[in-house]
Nanobody
Framework: QRQLVESGGGLVQPGSSLRLSCAAS????????IGWFRQAPGKEREGVGC????????YYTGSVAGRFAISRDNARDAVYLQMDSLKPEDTAVYYC????????????????????????WGQGTQVTVSA
């Protein structure tokens, strides 16, 4: 059974960095896409970026491109979201999600993860950016 557990959230000041972790179990990352999503109070869940295990490709949405980076730790079956230059508008609950997917990462990958009924989701971790 696929399981995802996020960690690493917290309260930081604007301009700071955080690294979120998504620990995966019950499946092989090589055949999956891992997406990072976030949901702020009163807003819909939105995609942040994704990683595809088959080719190591990544994709980021415009609001975080250049500030966020996704990486994989093969030894720990984990995927990380490195967040730099954090802004107050990055405040949200961050979720990781996984589903079978081998094509190169793109906006369509994020959309598929968000809409598919077979996507597995973690429980989320809170990120608060405030002075």
């Amino acid at each position: 059974q696929r399981q995802l557990v996020e960690s690493g959230g917290g309260l930081v000041q604007p301009g700071s960095s955080l690294r979120l972790s998504c620990a995966a179990s019950g499946f092989a990352l090589d055949y999956y896409a891992i997406g990072w999503f976030r949901q702020a109070p009163g807003k819909e869940r939105e995609g942040v970026g994704c990683f595809v295990g088959s080719d190591g490709s990544t994709y980021y949405t415009g609001s975080v491109a250049g500030r966020f980076a996704i990486s994989r730790d093969n030894a720990r079956d984990a995927v990380y979201l490195q967040m730099d230059s954090l802004k107050p508008e990055d405040t949200a609950v961050y979720y990781c999600a996984a589903d079978l997917h081998t094509p190169t990462a793109s906006a369509r990958t994020l959309q598929s993860l968000r809409l598919s009924t077979s996507t597995s989701w973690g429980q989320g971790t809170q990120v608060t950016v405030s002075a």
